[in-house]
Every structure is written in structure tokens, then in C-alpha cells.
């Protein structure tokens, strides 16, 4: 997939195809319900597919002072993006200046100058333009004019009603519910890092693990999970087995969150590499222990616990 952060001046390939505008947060299913329409219209018309999103997210502009609430920062999201085969990938810088323009700017300028779309497909609540006056009327009446076509879609449900949202998914991780969280994506929701040094202390308890940051993700319920982890370059490319703490560590006095993974029957040095890690179920809550001997005895029980319930979607079917 390439990636462009701009649209001027682009290569004849990357013009003249279909595109899907969007934050895409999350990739999830009624994203790709979207993007799989984008896909049927560019084999339609030969073309290639390309998705337009912006960075950074427009809530964060807009509302600086609100906790991190991304899914999937920009590199998640294109990992998600380029497993669905979207070929070309627009990351449009956003600020004040860009949310200025008004909605018939950024037709002509983006759409039509810069990328010469032959058609677009939008959600039904898509918003664009100065104060958010643009929406899929607009875009629908724009594109007769200047020569592109239309799609756009209402919100997806799930068989029982619920509506594939950003917004959901963002409320099932913090209440400490993964597994809905993953049937809203159609997969685990993960949290990629690279593994950063820490004070060794799950070593000294016979737990070593591997910490990674995660400033740039929404912060889910504070706590114990089973995970499934992937080494990013591993030679096998196998996912890892394990179990990991979310929070502050409040035994130890920790005071930044971090996600500490410890990985079942692994013995290798995981310092400086990348880890995607995928949230699959929640077993209990952040909680302050005594002492260290609690602290081990309660991880023991939380890798038990863990184990059996991975070793249960293994016998499922799930990888």
C-alpha cells in the first residue's frame, strides 16, 4: 500500500480511482462494510481504491483537552487498511487552517484537482467543510457537477441491532469488555508498542514481562488480561500466548500506565522490538496487594486463568 501526505502532484496510478473518506478509527466491521463497497465500485470501473482520512484525528484538534481516545493511531490503522487491500492511502495533515475551508474548496481542491476521484464513498454521516456544513447531499450534488459519482451508505448493524460504531467499541473497552469490543471489529482489538526498559520487577517474581507505553491509545479498564501477542519480524510469525496488567501497578507506587506482558513458555529478549498485542479477555481489576508474595501468588492465579481461557479459543478454532 502507498502512503501519500498530500495531494499534489501525485503519480498517474495514484489518481483517477475510488475513494473512501473517513477517520476509520478502529476498522471495524461497518468500516469495512463501507470499504468492501469501495472495492466492488473500483473493480467495477478498473480502478484502484484509495482511502482519504486525516491526521491528526479532527476531535483531538478540536477538543485538545480530552483523554486519548484512539483505536487505532495512524501506524495501527494502516496495518488494518492495507490487510483489507486498499492500495493508496491519503493522510491528510489536519489544523485550523484545513477545517477553515469551505466544503466546496475541498471537493475541487482534494477531490477533483488533487485526486481526480471517479467516485466516492462516504458514510450517510459524513461531515466536511468549514463548521461541518458539507454533508452527503452536498457531496452527492457536487460530484454531478464536476463529474464524480456518489455512494453513501447508512450505519451497519450487527444481527442484533447494535450499530458498528467507534463510539461503542470506545465504551466496551472501558467497561472491561474485549470480547464485545472484538465482535464490533470482526478481531481483538490491540495495542502495538515497541518494548520499552523497565525496573525488572516482574523478573525478580518469576514473571518477566514486556512494557510498552501506550500514550497513544484510548485507555481501556485498568487490569488483568489475557492476551495473544505478535513479534513483529519473528521468524515464525506465530502469535505468543500470554497474560498482561494494564495500570499504574499500584503495589510497586507506578505512577505512568503501562501495559506489562508477560508471554507463556518464552525465553527470548524482547527489548527495542515491536509487539502487537490483542486484548481477548479481561479477568479482574487493577488492585494494590500487601506485599510482593501476594503480588506473585495472585499473577500465578491470573496465568492459570488465562491459559484456560486461550487454550479454550485454540480448541474453538480461534488462532
Known amino acids: 500500500m502507498a502512503i501519500f501526505r498530500h495531494t499534489d502532484d501525485l503519480p498517474p496510478e495514484a489518481r483517477g480511482g475510488v475513494v473512501a473518506i473517513g477517520n476509520f478509527d478502529g476498522v471495524h466491521l461497518g468500516h469495512r462494510t463501507l470499504l468492501a463497497e469501495g472495492l466492488r465500485l473500483a473493480e467495477g470501473l478498473d480502478v484502484p481504491l484509495g482511502i482519504l482520512t486525516f491526521e491528526p484525528h479532527p476531535r483531538s484538534v478540536f477538543r485538545p483537552q480530552d483523554p486519548t481516545f484512539r483505536l487505532t493511531p495512524l501506524r495501527a490503522k494502516t496495518h488494518a487498511l492495507e490487510a483489507l487491500g ?54 452527492e450534488a457536487l460530484g454531478r457537477n464536476l463529474g464524480f459519482g456518489v455512494s453513501a451508505l447508512a450505519p451497519i448493524a450487527a444481527e442484533d441491532g447494535v450499530i458498528f460504531s467507534s463510539s461503542t467499541i470506545r465504551r466496551c473497552l ?3 469488555q474485549p470480547a464485545e469490543a472484538a465482535r464490533l471489529l470482526g478481531r481483538p482489538w490491540q495495542i502495538e508498542g515497541r518494548v520499552e526498559h523497565g525496573d525488572e520487577r516482574g523478573r525478580a517474581l518469576g514473571f518477566p514481562t514486556a512494557n510498552l507505553g501506550i500514550d497513544d491509545y484510548l485507555v481501556p479498564a485498568l487490569g488483568v488480561y489475557a492476551v495473544r501477542v505478535m513479534i513483529d519480524e519473528a521468524e515464525d510469525g506465530a502469535w505468543q500466548t500470554g497474560v498482561a496488567n ?74
Open 86 to 139: 486498499v492500495e493508496h492511502l491519503y493522510v491528510l495533515h489536519f489544523d485550523t487552517d484545513f477545517a477553515a475551508e469551505t466544503a466546496e474548496a475541498f471537493v475541487r481542491k482534494i477531490l477533483v484537482e488533487g485526486l481526480a476521484a471517479r467516485h466516492v464513498v462516504v458514510g450517510q454521516d459524513f461531515r466536511f467543510g468549514h463548521k461541518r456544513v458539507g454533508d452527503a447531499a452536498l457531496l
Open 174 to 176: 472501558r467497561d472491561g
Open 246 to 319: 494494564l495500570g499504574r501497578r499500584p503495589t510497586v507506587d507506578g505512577s505512568r500506565i503501562l501495559l506489562e506482558v508477560h508471554l507463556f513458555d518464552f525465553a527470548g529478549d524482547l527489548y527495542g522490538r515491536h509487539l502487537r498485542v490483542q486484548l481477548i479477555d479481561f479477568l479482574r481489576r487493577e488492585k494494590k496487594f500487601d506485599g510482593l508474595e501476594g503480588l506473585r501468588a495472585q499473577i500465578a492465579e491470573d496465568c492459570r486463568q488465562a491459559r484456560a481461557i486461550l487454550a479454550r479459543q485454540h480448541a474453538h478454532g480461534r488462532p
